[in-house]
C-alpha cells in the first residue's frame, strides 16, 4: 500500500532563518506531488506541484521554492523565512485524474 | 474569480438532520471532483469522488452538474460526528489540483 511521510510535525523558526520541509512517497511511482499551505482558518492554497523529476509548477510567487530530487522525494525550501509564512504546510501524491492523499503535515510558526 | 468557491458557513444543525452544500468552480476544463473532510489541524481526507451520474456513500450523496459547473454534497441524519469542514475539489487537466476553502459544519445534540 501506498504510504507518504511528512517531517517534522511541527516547526518553530525565527525570521530571516532557513527552511526545508521534506516529503517522501513509499509504494508508487512516477507520483504527481503537491505542496498546499493552509492559514489558520482559511482553506489550502496550492504552492507548487511536480509531475516529474525537476519538472516543478509554481503557482502563487513567493519565498518559497520546491524541489524534486528524486521520484518519490518532494521538498519544500525556503532561504529565509518571513512571518506571513507561518502555517500548516501539507504534501500530497496522486495520479492523473485521481484524488490526492495527504501527509500530517507541518505545522510552522516563524517567530 | 476564484477557481473553486464554496459557502463557507459555518452551518450550525441538529442531529438527524439533512445538510447540503454546494461548491462551484470556474474552469469548464474541469475534470475529476472530490469531496474531502477536513477535522480541526488535521490533514484532509477523502470523503468521496464525484461521479457526473451522481454517487451515494452510505448518509452522503455527491451531485455534478457540468452545465452550471458545480458540485453538491448531501448528508443525511446527520451525527456529531459529521462535524468537520468539507473541502471541495476540482482537477483540471489531470494534474492541478484545486482546492475550495471549505465549509465549516457544526452538529449539536
Known amino acids: ?111 | 474569480r476564484k477557481e473553486v468557491e464554496q459557502d463557507p458557513g459555518p452551518f450550525n444543525v441538529p442531529e438527524g438532520a439533512t445538510v447540503a452544500f454546494n461548491c462551484t468552480y470556474s474552469n469548464s476544463a474541469s475534470q475529476s471532483f472530490f469531496w474531502y473532510r477536513q477535522d480541526c489541524r488535521k490533514e484532509p481526507k477523502l470523503l468521496m469522488s464525484v461521479y457526473s451520474s451522481g454517487n451515494e456513500d452510505g448518509r452522503f450523496t455527491a451531485q455534478l452538474n457540468r452545465a452550471s459547473q458545480y458540485i453538491s454534497l448531501l448528508i443525511r441524519d446527520s451525527k456529531l460526528s459529521d462535524s468537520a469542514t468539507y473541502l471541495c475539489v476540482v482537477k483540471a487537466g489531470g494534474f492541478k489540483t484545486i482546492f475550495g476553502a471549505g465549509t465549516r459544519l457544526f452538529v449539536k445534540a
Open chain 1, 1 to 111: 500500500s501506498q504510504t507518504i511521510h511528512q517531517w517534522p510535525a511541527t516547526l518553530v523558526q525565527p525570521v530571516g532563518s532557513p527552511l526545508s520541509l521534506e516529503c517522501t512517497v513509499e509504494g508508487t511511482s512516477n507520483p504527481n506531488l503537491y505542496w498546499y499551505r493552509q492559514a489558520a482558518g482559511r482553506g489550502l492554497q496550492l504552492l507548487f506541484y511536480s509531475v516529474g523529476i525537476g519538472q516543478i509548477s509554481s503557482e502563487v510567487p513567493q519565498n518559497l521554492s520546491a524541489s524534486r530530487p528524486q521520484d518519490r522525494q518532494f521538498i519544500l525550501s525556503s532561504k529565509k523565512l518571513l512571518l506571513s509564512d507561518s502555517g500548516f504546510y501539507l504534501c500530497a501524491w496522486g495520479h492523473l485524474n485521481t484524488e490526492a492523499f495527504f501527509g500530517q503535515g507541518t505545522r510552522l510558526t516563524v517567530v
